[in-house]
């Protein structure tokens, strides 16, 4: 297959790419020692129901991707629009993230954020590396949403609690 040289810089791409509204999740995990991790990503998606799967994508300059690879469990959160708040913490770096929190233990131990639109217990099924980034792809182990929930939404680099029209 031939692929044409892309005619545009990162900063368009990333611009463009930004006129598509999507949710916003948190990713969490436990390391090996004990140590909880956990990020705000846009990057998921549903990829089939049976077997139950979603992916997301991690960059690989992450500091947390060595948890995020070896791991073999994590949790994603769909985060409801009154936790604008919450999603601005785990974008933050050199921070305690879950200060504060009262988490739940999840499948493999993995920290379950309370109050949440929608949460993921996924087994760490595959990974693929595309460009920049990896692509995680969990089996879904458990799940559960809080009905009439109102979604935060990310578009053109910004949180909103509801779509302007």
Known sequence: MRVMTADFDAPTFRSALGLFATGVTIV????????????????????????????????????????????SHYA???????????????ATPEIDRFAGLGLEEGAGGVPLIPGCAA?????????????????????VER???????QPLIFHGGRYFTELPL
């Open 143 to 149: 799940c559960a949403h809080r009905p009439g929930a």
């Open 28 to 71: 969490t995990a436990r390391s090996p020692d004990g140590r909880l991790v956990g990020l705000t990503a846009n990057s998921f998606n549903s990829v089939s129901l049976t077997p139950p799967l979603v992916l997301w994508s991690l960059a690989r300059r992450a500091g947390s991707l060595p948890v995020f690879a070896a791991g």
């Open 119 to 139: 949460v993921f217990e996924c087994a760490n099924r595959s990974q693929y590396e595309e460009g920049d980034h990896i692509i995680f792809v969990g089996q």
């Open 76 to 90: 994603i959160h769909i985060l409801a629009a009154e936790q604008i708040e919450l999603a601005r913490r785990f």
